[in-house]
């Protein structure tokens, strides 16, 4: 990689920057030349049909895939690379770690630390990774609770909790940090239907904090009205980008007008 990348200052807090992103596994490409945007605040939603990328390319906003061409930035820092004499040159893993203290993550299956209780789950990062102290970090992380409507379930284990409310205290533990960024991977996508909704609430309480939000998920209504941006991916390209109105109501392109007829029209017929 050779790319030089001029930083700028910026006021802002969680701009996220990704310029010619390419990824492959082996012989398959599964993103091209990605170009995006994200202001500090904004509600990024990611639409796309299995296998076209969308979970790839979130995964490499925190270098938990590494690009093999372009870059990323977070408010005008590299992600996973440091540039150097013209060059770009891999982080060490310490300081990859650090980078992804600023970059909260939940996942499809929680991630949760069987093993730990609810509050020793929230509050792990910022001791260990922070330094944060203990007693300070376990307030923050009683406040989070509250937050996500678990405030009685601090001592519990993850297994004695439903699906909906693991995912919950995931959340929580992704803000635990205050990161300038959260990424959701498909938050609802192992959920059984009716625990569906006490999670979209709680990241609809999130989006109107401004914080930055980058969510790749199935629920077409939730992104109507939590999104101020969709994007539509498709074979690793982006081929729509707009608000909730232009890309769910107005597509441009036939690929999107071809998956929105799937997965809106038959929700008419239940």
Same mark, same amino acid.
Request: glycine share 8%.
């Given at each position: 990689?050779?790319?030089?990348?001029?930083?700028?200052?910026?006021?802002?807090?969680?701009?996220?920057?990704?310029?010619?992103?390419?990824?492959?596994?082996?012989?398959?490409?599964?993103?091209?030349?990605?170009?995006?945007? &994200?202001?500090?605040?904004?509600?990024? &939603?990611?639409?796309?049909?299995?296998?076209?990328?969308?979970?790839?390319?979130? !995964?490499?906003?925190?270098?938990?895939? *590494? &690009?093999?061409?372009? #870059?990323?930035?977070?408010?005008?820092?590299?992600?996973?690379?440091?540039?150097?004499?013209?060059?770009?040159?891999?982080?060490?893993?310490?300081?990859?770690?650090?980078?992804?203290?600023?970059?909260?993550?939940?996942?499809?299956?929680?991630?949760?630390?069987?093993?730990? #209780?609810?509050?020793?789950?929230?509050?792990?990062?910022?001791?260990?990774?922070?330094?944060?102290? !203990?007693?300070?970090?376990?307030?923050?992380?009683?406040?989070?609770?509250?937050?996500?409507?678990?405030?009685?379930?601090?001592?519990?284990?993850? !297994?004695?909790?439903?699906?909906?409310?693991?995912?919950?205290?995931?959340?929580?533990?992704?803000?635990?940090?205050?990161? *300038?960024? &959260?990424?959701?991977?498909?938050?609802?996508?192992?959920? =059984?239907?009716?625990?569906?909704?006490?999670?979209? =609430?709680?990241?609809?309480?999130?989006?109107?904090?401004? #914080?930055?939000?980058?969510?790749? #998920?199935?629920?077409?209504?939730?992104?109507?009205?939590?999104?101020?941006?969709?994007?539509?991916?498709?074979?690793?390209?982006?081929?729509?980008?707009?608000?909730?109105?232009?890309?769910?109501?107005?597509? !441009?392109?036939?690929?999107?007008?071809?998956?929105?007829?799937?997965?809106?029209?038959?929700?008419?017929?239940?």
């Amino acid at each position: 990689m050779s790319l030089l990348v001029e930083n700028q200052p910026t006021t802002s807090r969680g701009a996220v920057s990704v310029r010619g992103v390419e990824k492959h596994y082996g012989n398959v490409q599964v993103l091209h030349g990605i170009d995006l945007d &994200v202001a500090p605040g904004e509600v990024l &939603v990611i639409l796309g049909p299995s296998g076209s990328g969308k979970s790839t390319l979130l !995964r490499t906003i925190n270098h938990l895939e *590494k &690009v093999d061409k372009g #870059t990323i930035a977070i408010d005008d820092e590299l992600i996973g690379y440091r540039a150097r004499h013209g060059k770009l040159h891999e982080l060490r893993q310490a300081e990859v770690l650090a980078q992804r203290t600023e970059v909260g993550m939940v996942f499809q299956n929680f991630n949760l630390f069987g093993h730990l #209780t609810v509050l020793q789950n929230i509050i792990e990062a910022p001791v260990h990774a922070r330094k944060i102290p !203990r007693a300070q970090a376990m307030a923050r992380a009683r406040e989070l609770l509250e937050r996500v409507g678990l405030a009685d379930k601090e001592a519990a284990y993850p !297994r004695q909790l439903s699906g909906g409310q693991q995912q919950r205290v995931a959340i929580a533990r992704a803000l635990a940090l205050e990161p *300038k960024v &959260v990424l959701f991977d498909e938050p609802t996508s192992a959920l =059984d239907p009716e625990l569906v909704t006490e999670v979209l =609430d709680v990241i609809r309480s999130l989006a109107e904090s401004g #914080t930055t939000l980058i969510i790749v #998920t199935h629920e077409i209504g939730f992104a109507r009205d939590v999104a101020d941006r969709i994007l539509f991916v498709d074979a690793g390209r982006v081929i729509e980008d707009g608000t909730p109105e232009q890309v769910l109501a107005s597509p !441009r392109h036939e690929r999107t007008k071809a998956f929105l007829s799937k997965v809106i029209e038959p929700a008419f017929h239940i």
